[in-house]
């Protein structure tokens, strides 16, 4: 099975702050990948898929990049709100694994 | 847009089995997946495996192999997931969740309890 690895498991940063998370499949998935935010006590909230889509409603800010294996998303200017932990997933095949998380924390 | 809804928490002694429902609402319940994901306490996200609701084919990941039952109720709009020989590492939020591939919305998540 393809596996997915998160970098950095967690980050200090602080509003305003460019953030960057980092997505790696063990194997090429081309696009086939969504990134998810859960804040605590919430469910999962999908915030861009086929790697760079943005979901409706999803603000501005948020952008995904990359294609094969190495997979960016990126938080332009960090906003209170966007304390939380997010997840890749792979869609390509099943299973249809999710990276162990990355949590945004304030500074 | 397709809501879901879970039941309710559930408590299971080890060896046991739990069945956790997952009701649909709105036209597109049957054009998408029901995946399950499963949250353990502090833990991250674990994809269990996905079920037509049309034609009831189903996948797993394969740890899951032998314990894991996906069936659904087209006439109530209902899918289902029972999960079999609990052991206390099964204590976790389980979602459902609609989609093919990339998965929105999410069911509000059921907390099972495996604990003697």
């Known amino acids: 099975d393809i596996q997915m690895t998160q970098s950095p498991s967690s980050l200090s940063a602080s509003v305003g702050d460019r953030v960057t998370i980092t997505c790696r499949a063990s194997?090429?998935?081309?696009?086939?990948l969504a990134w998810y935010q859960q804040k605590p006590g919430q469910v999962p909230k999908v915030l861009i898929y086929?790697?760079?889509t943005l979901q409706s409603g999803v603000p501005s800010r948020f952008s995904g990049s990359g294609s094969g294996t190495d997979f960016t998303l990126t938080i332009s200017r960090l906003q209170p709100e966007d304390f939380a932990t997010y997840y890749c997933?792979?869609?390509?095949?099943?299973?249809?694994?999710f990276g162990g998380g990355t949590k945004v924390e304030m500074k | 847009q397709v809501q879901l809804v879970q039941s309710g928490a559930e408590v299971k002694k080890p060896g046991a089995s739990v069945k956790v429902s997952c009701k649909g609402s709105?036209?597109?319940?049957?054009?998408?997946?029901i995946n399950w994901v499963r949250q353990a306490t502090g833990q991250g996200l674990e994809w269990m495996g996905w079920?037509?609701?049309?034609?009831?084919?189903?996948g797993h990941a394969q740890k899951f192999q032998g314990r894991l039952t996906m069936t659904r109720d087209t006439s109530i709009r209902t899918a289902y997931m029972e999960l079999s020989s609990l052991r206390p590492e099964d204590t976790a939020v389980y979602y459902c969740?609609?989609?093919?591939?990339?998965?929105?919305?999410w069911g509000q998540g059921t907390l099972v309890t495996v604990s003697s």
């Open positions: 079920m037509n609701p049309n034609s009831g084919n189903t």
């Open positions: 086929a790697a760079s």
């Open positions: 969740a609609s989609g093919i591939g990339w998965v929105d919305p």
């Open positions: 194997q090429g998935i081309n696009y086939y």
């Open positions: 709105g036209n597109t319940f049957m054009s998408y997946d």
């Open positions: 997933q792979k869609y390509d095949s099943a299973p249809l694994t």
